[in-house]
């Protein structure tokens, strides 16, 4: 088993899949971490819509103009929402669901990636999380934080490259001003 070091290191986005199917032991997996996700009050206001149809996967890839290019080969796609009636903070709610998966599926040996959804806009100017509701015919209360594309890897990416860490983000001991230069 990877430390989870290790783990952190090589996970990467991955936004081209092979054809084959995720493993429904995996999904329950996936689906497990993101109900295990903290949140605030413990309101666990999240929902997780989760589409293996071709046909819908396809018409999911037109949420927004650019970026949204996993969703055209992926298996599976998990889409993250909470209401924002339950949580006030529902985005980072979501937000940490959706990281846990993205981890789960890394551990098992599966790519993932994170295709934005709130806040962006379909080719027409239809706000994104409107267009993906009403796709699936979602109440329109629930605001879509984005969706996980989830599948066999069809590309290597390198590992993160910790030489390059960005230290100078980084203050120790308080803020210094140098380093924001
Ligand atoms: C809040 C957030 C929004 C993102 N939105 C998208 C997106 O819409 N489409 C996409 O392909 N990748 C998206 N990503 C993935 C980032 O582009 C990616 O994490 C970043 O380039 C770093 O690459 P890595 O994940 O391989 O380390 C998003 C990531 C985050 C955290």
Redesign the pocket.
């Known amino acids: 088993m990877k430390s989870f070091h290790d783990l952190i290191t090589e ?5 081209r899949y092979t054809s084959e199917p995720v493993d429904s032991d995996d999904v329950r997996l996936i689906l497990e971490a993101a109900l295990m996700a903290p949140t605030s009050k413990s309101t666990r206001s999240w929902k997780f819509v989760c589409i293996d149809s071709p046909d819908i996967l396809a018409r999911l890839a037109d949420c ?1 103009p ?5 969703l055209q080969s992926c298996p599976l796609a998990i889409v993250v929402t909470a209401d924002p009636m339950q949580s006030d903070p529902w985005i980072e709610d979501a ?1 940490i669901a959706a ?1 846990y998966m993205q981890l789960q599926a890394a551990d098992l040996g599966l790519g993932t ?5 709130h806040g ?1 806009q379909t080719a027409d100017g239809t706000p994104s999380d409107e267009f993906v509701t009403s796709l699936l015919g979602m109440p329109e209360t629930l605001p879509v934080l ?1 969706i996980i594309t989830i599948g066999h890897p069809a590309e290597q ?1 390198k590992p ?1 490259n910790l030489e390059k860490l960005t230290w100078e983000s980084v203050h120790i001991g308080g803020w210094h001003p140098e380093q924001a230069e």
Not at 11 to 15: H, L, P, V
Not at 113 to 117: A, D, G, L, Y
């Open positions: 996970r990467r986005s991955i936004r927004k650019a970026g949204a290019v996993s937000s990281t990636c994170w295709v934005q959804i962006r984005c990416r993160q």
